[in-house]
């Protein structure tokens, strides 16, 4: 060992306590290895330091005979087993943060702890050379004392440690605890912390997370459930508000198709018929839009198979329409016409139907008509590099073929049947001078049309190739090769 260690022991074991906190505090957490292995080195110095000179921590501290020394032994030999279970601590955390992440956080406080607590009796009995029986008993009746006084802390902490070990949820899981819905934040000592969807941040007792209902929405991970239910007239005919509940289903693409989307009827009463539409989303941020998107399919195809949702105050019935006309009411292009005006206008035109699978309007082909779907899923196929995709679902109330009426350019898109579809056709003789007689109208569709052009040119556009980084070694390799 060098002179100047040997000469002055007690300096150098108490510098290298300051080079061991100067350390580990200028090492960033993302170097958490190298820390680890600087403080193991210094330990092993200061261990190596203490026992050179005779300052064994197993022992009473040496020099007796000069109070100063001795005293300062005494400390350095404290801090030996400080020192140690500190070590002992940071070695425990980084074998549990590699095995259990940092869900074992609140279980590796309490070892930390444990290892503490034995360091501390540890160094009374063999270095101030207390009985520690006597020290245990005192200490027992004190944690007596401490425990009734803090009972429900106390049952917090143990609750948390079971939550840790059983693991129903994890740090980012969704989960809900007694109806409070959020996201798990962090897990501690006393609560579990939510950040809902609101934003807002719930706090939650360990000791009642443990004792109550918890659902968790991430598990499985690559799907999360969710319903939405409709309240409908009692007299609508169930099958009709099943079939039409069910397209409204095929036309959100955002579903997933397994498990798969499900339509069902759940309580009636004398005042209207409830019907819940059950189904599954890849990730947890999609759950309301989904929800939104079903809510308005489903008013839209209630609305086409003449169903409408049941409300608390009922108008009067409206005058029968027909099935053209009261389409023209639904369209949001239409919806500006005058009555008279959507008289005429249903009168000129026509019904078609589709089966599943059937081709409406092909890509590459100028459109003479116009459709509007009245009832039915509307598929949009769409070419990138040789392959087809869908690129989006029609439902009721929306028009193809407007490029071929605007401007007789082709269409961009395969539209099919996804499923049994009725749509009205109108010609386009027809159509043409409606909209130069009303600005209106004609601003409307040309509107939808650039939206839908930019939509396909933003789908079909081939995504930038990044070029891979390639370093030194890899150059080598293949100099190599």
């Known amino acids: 060992m060098p002179s100047f260690i040997a000469e002055h022991p007690m300096l150098c074991a108490l510098a290298l306590i300051f080079i061991d906190i100067g350390v580990w505090r200028l090492i960033s957490a993302e170097l958490a290895n190298w820390k680890l292995a600087a403080r193991l080195v210094i330990f092993a110095v200061f261990s190596a330091v203490l026992f050179n000179d005779g300052m064994n921590p197993m022992l009473v501290a040496p020099y007796a005979d000069n109070t100063a020394l001795h005293l300062a032994a005494t400390a350095l030999q404290i801090g030996w087993w400080l020192f140690a279970a500190r070590t002992l601590t940071v070695l425990l955390g980084a074998v549990m943060m590699q095995r259990v992440g940092h869900t074992g956080r609140l279980l590796q406080d309490l070892l930390g702890a444990v290892i503490f607590l034995i360091a501390i009796i540890a160094a009374m009995a063999y270095v101030l050379d207390l009985p520690v029986k006597g020290v245990l008993a005192t200490s027992g009746a004190v944690a007596i004392i401490v425990g009734l006084a803090l009972q429900s802390t106390l049952s917090d902490v143990f609750s948390g440690i079971v939550l840790n070990t059983t693991k129903p949820y994890q740090l980012d899981d969704w989960i809900s605890i007694d109806g409070t819905e959020g996201r798990v934040t962090d897990i501690d000592w006393r609560a579990t912390r939510l950040q809902t969807s609101q934003g807002s941040m719930a706090v939650i007792p360990n000791s009642l997370a443990a004792k109550a209902k918890i659902v968790n929405f991430s598990r499985p991970a690559d799907m999360f459930g969710l319903s939405v239910c409709l309240q409908v007239s009692p007299h609508a005919r169930p099958q009709t508000v099943i079939e039409a509940l069910e397209r409204a289903m095929q036309g959100c693409r955002l579903l997933l198709a397994k498990p798969a989307p499900s339509v069902a009827f759940k309580t009636s009463a004398s005042d209207g018929v409830e019907y819940e539409i059950s189904g599954f989303v890849p990730s947890m941020p999609l759950k309301r839009e989904v929800r939104n998107q079903l809510y308005d399919l489903a008013f839209r195809h209630l609305q086409a198979a003449g169903v409408g949702l049941l409300s608390a105050t009922e108008s009067s019935a409206p005058p029968a329409l027909s099935g053209a006309r009261a389409l023209l009411e639904r369209s949001s292009i239409f ?42 899923v509307v598929s949009v196929m769409m070419d990138k590099a040789g392959h087809m995709f869908e690129a989006g679902r029609m439902g009721p109330g929306e028009v193809i073929g407007e490029a071929g009426i605007l401007s007789d350019e082709a269409t961009l898109a395969d539209f099919r049947a996804k499923t049994f579809c009725t749509l009205y056709r109108i010609e386009k003789e027809y159509l043409k001078p409606c909209l130069d007689a009303r600005h209106d ?41």
């Open 441 to 481: 109208i004609g601003e409307a569709m040309k509107a939808l049309l650039d939206f839908r052009i930019h939509a396909a040119q933003t789908l079909t556009q081939e995504a930038p190739v990044v070029p891979v980084k390639k370093g030194f070694l890899q150059w080598l390799r293949k100099r190599r090769l």
């Open 335 to 376: 919806s500006t016409l005058r009555q008279e005006e959507k008289d005429t206008f249903s009168q000129n035109m026509t019904l078609h139907s589709y089966r599943a699978g059937a081709v409406i309007l092909p890509a590459g082909e100028v459109s003479d008509h116009l459709f509007i779907v009245e009832s039915g």
